[in-house]
């Protein structure tokens, strides 16, 4: 079946360093893409979001990309900050949004 | 506050019980959403609103599953008759726009914590 995935469930990165977050999806009919934050105990936050016609967009401190030759995207965080610890979700949407599993982010200070 | 309010945060039911979740959504939002989200999983769809409209409830695992939104705004998910497999946390989102797809940025409430023992 259809299915929006991630390839690494832990991602731990020094201070300061940047992180990548990447994410794989199955429906290649999917036309809108999401990444969402959430924190322990709390909802989903919406971070950043990406239309199948770009295959960039950035916002503050992070970057999204979109390869849907090998149906791939990637959240990149820059100069990631202690405030950034949480499980990222990508969503694919295109009849309803659908998430993956996530990825954890740890911060190491 | 002007989020998505959602309660109780944490219910705690004998497996048996009904229990039922509330949420009041963002003020105006037209679309209103719950998913439900096991322990280390993702969230996963369980029924969509716009307005007062069920438009769809294929998520739902059971038929003891029932979410209703009379008025368009407040929605209760209802969950009866409850077993330990239905301990998860109950997340609502809603948005401004009509219409799943492609919806944009969903705002989501902190959730409902089910605990069924």
């Known amino acids: ?109 | 506050g002007a989020g998505v309010s959602q309660s109780p945060r944490y219910k705690v039911a004998k497996r048996g019980q009904d229990v039922a979740l509330r949420c009041d959504p963002i003020s105006g939002h037209v679309s209103l959403f719950w998913y439900q989200q096991a322990l280390g999983q993702g969230p996963e769809f369980l029924t969509y609103f716009q307005n007062e409209a069920q438009l769809d409830k294929s998520g739902l695992p059971s038929d003891r599953f029932f979410a209703e939104r009379p008025e368009g705004s407040v929605s209760t998910l209802k969950i009866q008759r409850t077993q330990q497999e239905d301990s998860a946390v109950y997340l609502c989102a809603s948005s401004p726009h009509g219409g799943q797809a492609n919806t944009g940025e969903l705002f989501f409430g902190e959730g409902s914590r089910l605990t069924v023992l």
């Open chain 1, 1 to 109: 079946g259809e299915s929006v995935g991630l390839h690494l469930p832990t991602l731990s990165v020094q201070e300061g360093d940047n992180s990548i977050i990447n994410c794989a999806y199955s429906n290649s009919a999917s036309d809108y893409f999401i990444w969402y934050k959430q924190e322990s105990g709390k909802g989903p936050q919406f971070i950043i979001d990406i239309r199948s016609n770009m295959d960039k967009r950035q916002g503050q401190r992070v970057t999204v990309l979109l390869n849907k030759t090998v149906k791939h995207l990637s959240l990149q965080i820059a100069a990631t900050q202690p405030g950034d610890s949480a499980v990222y979700f990508c969503a694919e949407n295109s009849v309803k949004l659908t998430f993956g599993t996530g990825t954890r982010l740890t911060i190491i200070p």
